[in-house]
């Protein structure tokens, strides 16, 4: 693969791996692609042979190119590239590499210890004692949970199965590891339960640029139904869930999911000629969310597309696309 | 068993019968319990053999109290008593026999023709092309959707599931019956189609006297989602279903139900030591209803302890106790 | 015209004529419309020349059906009707006659005090030197303000010009009249001048069973901005425009009218290839209303169905049906 | 004093007694009020020389006169007659005054055990273990605690300390009286600890046809808040607290009271020239009260003019001025 | 015109000739007068002929306040003065006059694509056949509808009139020369056609610091009824709507208009001495924004206030006055 | 007092008695405190022999862990501190002594000034003839009225007495000075007085990252209820009282204070056996105000968090701790 109008400059196998992976899907979830993304653009700098800043300029820029193609949707795939580029700066060749692999390292290192800081961030918005709601299940959020729990308070769970996938099962199994007391109820429930609850903790698949949180199904309905009762709702998203392209409004596509989700092809046959539908994700307005907890602090959703222009700058830069 | 304090007042073997099919749960549905408890009541008049007008009122209040025993909470029993015994009116055994008789007939008149009725009212708010949303199953609202059908009115069905029991699937089963194509989600996914829906329909299990809705667990989340939107929560009750006992404030009493109906013993091991909660039903205010549909037409909410008291009386009237 | 399967019963000419009225919208208003018709049901009774009670009760019913047959959505027309039908009681056919005509009599003696009453009731609620809107024109909203100014009271007028008919200029007219300050301003500009108002006064088209207001378009936008405001809406309006049909759950028709009283033909000409909408009527739900003033007092929204029951009955009767 | 164009007609002592405590504040509270009001007309009845039964009726219409001359705003005083006024019946002087002493004392007997049957119904409301948050002072309130108790129930407090006159004191001595943990807080910090309240409780001063509720001035924050937080605001109040006068639309008046309750002179005069106001009452529209508990149930209080018109009748029923 | 305290600073005749156009009004439209405004400041720069760094800059400043002194309430006047004097950076005055040329083309590239990038950033938010409600006339809304239709996606639209001045025939008429089917609706049946809207888009005559949006009277109605049914608001505005004064609190002045733009002067005479009042703008809080597009991006209208600093600087960066 | 792991490094006797003041309460109020530790830093900078770079910095950081030990709790303290720690920048000693002056000067010079310029901005919001209602006592809120008095604009006040410690006595004192009318009203008249009220103004204690209010108990109530009537709240707060230890998610601890200022010991025995709470502050969510007045201009709460970002940096930034 070459760039535009280039005859000569080509990536380096290792992003072709990579973006084959993450293409495949062997590659997953939004911090592990965003770090083998990353990587890869620094494998592709420190192999580079380029003799010019302007071909090693074309080299990176390519790679971003090949890596973004795998898989559009992906919000941390840009934004770990967002962020590297931002951050290349040099005259020469030697200088521009070093700046990729310095740029990389922070990335990674940002990343690895994104989880754990959220974590302490989100656990210090629980008291002890207190009884929280789960809806699917996040990392972010149960991050959230083991900090509490470090810290020695004592939290009363209560969780939402998450039909059609039931993840509220993984969240209650690890909600126990973490010796958390847990009630689980099926999501219908969910109103009845938020009078014990003392906060609402969700994950989200993204966050935009106008503050609603992309997450899964049944999210907005539990939020509205929390404002009601004025029970606050935390959404735990590490940064590489901002999605920049947001800013230019474009539109969340949400995600239909195979109907043998939902029923059995044997009950469904039984009941006759049905239509089943299986929407992935929700969309709530920042209007129903109380903060969003990060590793760089907490925020309110109206106010995090400023967080997301000053890691990932704005949706204009495009610097992987050639400016003559 | 015997009036207290009355040594030769004794009730009909088939009150007896009767009582004993209510409590083994024999005889179940509100409309068939009610209609059974008055026919009971019927037979102890035709087979008094009370010479006086005080033994037979005494025997009538002893068979209403053998009756009532059975399920101290289903709505309908007390209901169907109240309609009878607000009737009874006589100087002569005779008279009195006759006006349980006429009291029993017009009760059970109305009760046939009950769902027909309401199933007509409702039917006037669809209008050809609307699209419905549904919870649980409710052969009240089914009876709106058959009327509309009947009128020639084409309607698009979105079905909850309803976790735990999947009562969707029934309802789905018998919407196709009627021809109407189905579209069946998952409990989280109704915020989403409320953005489809003209309606949601709703059936109840009771209706209180402030107007609160009791019925299946989730119609709460579902109906503060709906106001939201601004979709018209439409529920479809009988009016055996109203509730004079709350006339007294009596707080309604949710039942827990088994864990197996929300997740299998086998998962619940795999997780670990969890809780697991199942209620059944859940209360929603009248500030998230807008219309109750009955056979005596349709109420606001706030407005239903008046057609309460039109039908059974207020909860002071307890003509079953002796008033001496 | 013929009573079904009665070969000699015959309606009097004065109903053929007010149907005639009627139908041609020679008569018109609702006030108009019921006491027309009560004075032809009245000439229909003191005519017959039936001989038999059952004669001439159908004589009686196929009077109101040839009345109702003219304008099916005219809501005062069958509530003059179901009015005077309750109140015909007797044994012999001088008795019935006579009960008609007392009931005729009742009726339009209500009807002729109605909006005066009602204006004492609204004016009530007004204080000296208060500020009200005014939305549309109605003459049971301008009884209100005349008997403000009567009991001495000074307000202060402002007035919606309520297009595309700026029924608002003749509101602006009466009011000054009655000597009331005006400030006329267009539709929308409401939201600013809610500012400044103590009171929102609407009349309506009709009032719906489920405790909705059918008003002029624009009512309704008018009533929400109004609740975020806290400033009280109240709807004046007599109780034949309660709607009776409704208790069965009708869905209330909106009249679209002419595209020309929007916009001028050549101003259309001019702009292209556009369609224009005209919806006479919107509908506001209850919540968004404090109070409806009638002349039996003032009601909360969701309790008028029951107002509508004491004076009409309820749908089922449908008294100039025959009842085998 | 003499009935108007009546040479021949005197009210008895005990009504001019009666009137005299009236007017004074001897006799005080509503019930009280209205129980005193009742026998008076109960011994001109008694008393009466009356010889037709015109002149009977003269006499009583006189005796209310002068009674409800005495305190006009008093809502239970012209309620007291109202409902012996619509219980006259007969053609002869015995038969009038048979059906005078029967009325009144339904009406007292009713008034005796209002309060008590009020406490056991708003007492349903109240589960074992509920925290209440209370406002001012209201013996229906306490009853319905009261009942509570007596059911076996535990119940916390959190008091209003209700300034300026502090009622929250008594409430809270009354509430240790049934052995109830008191918490006492001062007005603003409601908002905070409803959190911890499962219920509000209020009593009223009055309630109005359009169901809003006249009490202690922060009854209507209090309830807003609530609303806030979804927790249900319960208004206790016996039905002579019903206002039949707002049928016809009179703006309730609020009283001013002494400026000493909110400020020592002292005080005051060191602060320097300032206004001081102290409204007695506000006003709670209906949509932030959940329930108003009264000796006959509880009601939605958009319901609640239903219960006024069926007890007390309408406002156009002036049954103590002369129709001829 | 000369700067204070110094004899020799003059303004450039084209400064003088700019500024007596944007007062009489030949110049008009925030994106025009900023743009002539810029280049004036340009013109200054290119001929200034001072030979002292200081002598420059007072020629700079002194231009700003003539030109500023023009218009006081245009918002992208100071706008594009700000934003220019923010860019001034040297130490001689050709280094000094070169940034002022740079600055200022900057500004003018900025404002030349200012409308066609917001306007693909509003076309990111339709989907194809999507139907938008519309208030007046704005070119930036109708730059999203373009871009959109480029985009190859099918929008209907609804477009309001927008009494007085019915600017919401411009709008009919460019939606038509897009190829957008346009319903014509009066203002007061917004309401009823927010139901069928997926969008509702307007523009903007300033936004505030506290993110509230100064818009054509009407909008506010049109956002509060667009959030009771959940239809998302957009605001459409280039950032030099944006208004760094309200930073400092500044009220917003809503201009009067004639009053002849309302009624016609025969209408007014018939109906007799009557008030009118013509605000030509309303204020709409930011909690019924959901979003404002800039050619920067989309925003929470909270978060506004950030990208105003950083665009404009703060209020109290007053650049145009000596600052010793 | 020496730092962790050096021998020779000590803190000045300035900062030691600066220290000692702030614990003892001899220094008190939010801007005190913070003037007072920023000149104890200067002195330590000023007096320091380090005779390396890498000693000053120890000293540094000494001095302000040794400040911050004082009252963990008081946010003004750790914004002075970080304010000044973000300015410190030099590679010698002497060059680093001179930033922490020029960092202090500039951090006394904006504190000087905040009141006044915070006390424009909000005056700015006020117009001429306005009624503000206030809650407490805040010199911050009394600063805007002074301003909007030197304007030349008449104010009228109504001021909440806020039990239990009536702090509005002061707040009407002062309103006096500057010949402002007030009415004083209890904490529960505030609901019946806003609408009179064109603003709410109150104070802050601190604000939050997620935009959260905390003030004075009784605040939040009052939002609510003036969010409910549309009365803008606005908060007068210098940049000082943003809490920036908030970022990560700590949740505000409210001060319990003594119940001898709610109740006093005689009435308290006389009631008998109860719980007094007295909490010092409530929390208000952002949603309740509209905007937050500071010295660096006025921002919607969901935004303060970059400007908290801007002044005093994140939390993870702890310049105090070593970082090797």
Redesign the interface.
């Known amino acids: 693969m070459k760039e535009r109008g280039t005859a000569d400059v080509e990536v380096h196998p290792a992003v072709e791996e990579t973006a084959h992976q993450i293409a495949e899907m062997e590659v997953r979830g939004a911090a592990k692609i965003a770090e083998t993304a990353a990587s890869a653009l620094k494998q592709q700098a420190e192999a580079s042979t380029a003799t010019t800043a302007e071909t090693f300029e074309q080299e990176m820029r390519l790679a971003a190119r090949v890596l973004l193609d795998t898989r559009p949707t992906a919000v941390s795939l840009p934004n770990s590239l967002r962020y590297i580029f931002r951050r290349i700066d040099g005259e020469s060749v030697d200088e521009l590499r070093e700046s990729v692999i310095t740029g990389t390292r922070a990335f990674q290192n940002q990343l690895a210890s994104a989880q754990e800081?959220l974590g302490?961030?989100?656990?210090?918005?629980l008291?002890d004692g207190d009884t929280v709601l789960f809806?699917c299940h996040s990392t972010d959020v149960l991050s959230c949970v083991a900090a509490a729990r470090e810290q020695g308070k004592s939290i009363r769970a209560i969780v939402?199965?998450?039909?059609?996938r039931n993840q509220g099962?993984i969240t209650?199994?690890e909600l126990?590891?973490l010796d958390v007391?847990?009630?689980?109820?099926?999501?219908?429930?969910?109103?009845?339960?938020l009078e014990e609850a003392d906060h609402v903790f969700v994950g989200a698949d993204s966050v935009t640029?106008?503050?609603a949180v992309v997450n899964?199904?049944?999210?907005?309905?539990?939020a509205?139904?929390a404002r009601?009762?004025?029970t606050p709702v935390v959404v735990a998203a590490q940064t590489v869930k901002l999605d920049p392209t947001?800013?230019?409004?474009?539109?969340v596509e949400?995600e239909m999911r195979e109907e043998s989700e939902?029923?059995a092809a044997d009950?469904r046959e039984?009941?006759?000629?049905?239509?089943?539908?299986?929407?992935a994700f929700?969309v709530t307005?920042?209007?129903y969310v109380?903060?969003i907890?990060t590793e760089?602090?907490?925020?309110?959703?109206?106010?995090i597309?400023?967080l997301m222009r000053e890691l990932f700058g704005?949706?204009?830069d495009q610097p992987w696309e050639q400016q003559e």
Request: no cysteine; proline share 9%; hydrophobic share 30%.
């Open positions: 800081e302490g961030i989100g656990a210090n918005r008291q809806h939402k199965e998450t039909r059609p099962y209650a199994r126990r590891e007391p847990v009630t689980l109820i099926v999501d219908g429930a969910a109103g009845r339960y640029a106008d503050g899964k199904i049944g999210t907005r309905p539990l509205v139904s009601e009762r004025d947001t800013l230019s409004g474009h539109a949400i939902v029923i009950d039984d009941i006759g000629d049905i239509a089943v539908e299986n929407p929700d307005p920042p209007r109380d903060a907890v760089r602090g907490q925020f309110p959703p109206e106010s597309v400023f704005t949706q204009s």
